[in-house]
């Protein structure tokens, strides 16, 4: 069915930026689904979505690499209903929790809504270790615009230059969507 672009998202809504891993089974089927999912919800549109890149795993090295990549959302959600949409899509997907920063099918992180500050066990915004990683900070480089207005592109800018030279993460393939 064709989507309607006329829903509930006209007011209030926001830009929102997500992060896609998956490292276990077919990597590329399952995060092209992840992003179909998230675009069938009734209040959520994908605007934009970076190239894929296959990354070495951080923290916890004894796993496959992964295939990660970034979107830009517009939304009508507040932040926590959006974070329980993206676990629904990781459990839809065949996501079991078990090693922290371990083999996953699917992860979907939110990394930034606008510039909001949140900070409970649930969800911090924006997301505590961003700024450190790679495999988040590339593919995010390729969706975030020049004149982003809430301050994510100076984050990512500068993330970017004190990280230094990147390592570990290689183009894999043009976007997944649309
Ligand atoms: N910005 C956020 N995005 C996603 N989950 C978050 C966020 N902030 C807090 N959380 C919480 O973190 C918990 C663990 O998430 P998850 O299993 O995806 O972590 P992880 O992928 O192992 O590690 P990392 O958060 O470093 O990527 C979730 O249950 C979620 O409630
Ligand atoms: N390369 C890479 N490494 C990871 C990733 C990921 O998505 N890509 N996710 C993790 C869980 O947070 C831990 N380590």
Redesign the pocket.
């Known amino acids: 069915m064709k989507k309607d672009t006329t829903r509930n998202l006209t007011s209030e809504r926001s830009e929102a930026y997500i ?1 896609l ?1 998956a ?1 276990l089974g077919r990597r590329e089927e399952t995060l092209r689904e992840a992003l179909r999912m998230l675009n069938e919800h009734p209040e959520i549109e994908v605007l934009r979505a970076s190239d894929l890149y296959e ?6 090295a004894d796993q496959p ?2 295939l ?1 990549m970034a979107a830009a959302l517009r939304t009508a959600l507040p932040p926590d209903k959006l974070l329980s949409v993206m676990q629904n899509v990781e459990n839809r997907l065949g996501r079991v929790r078990d090693i922290r ?1 371990g083999p ?1 099918t699917a ?1 979907l ?1 939110l990394l930034w809504m606008d510039g909001l500050a949140i900070s409970s066990e649930e969800l911090t915004l924006p997301h505590p ?1 961003m700024h450190e ?1 790679f ?1 988040v900070l590339i593919p995010l480089d390729d969706v975030v615009p020049q004149d982003e207005p809430s301050g994510l592109r100076l984050l990512v800018d500068n993330s970017l230059i004190e990280l230094g030279e990147a390592s ?1 993460i290689v183009r894999y393939g043009g976007p997944l969507f649309p």
């Open positions: 992060a891993g490292n990354t070495d795993p951080v923290g916890y690499p992964f990660n920063f996953r992860d992180d270790r990683r495999f570990g």
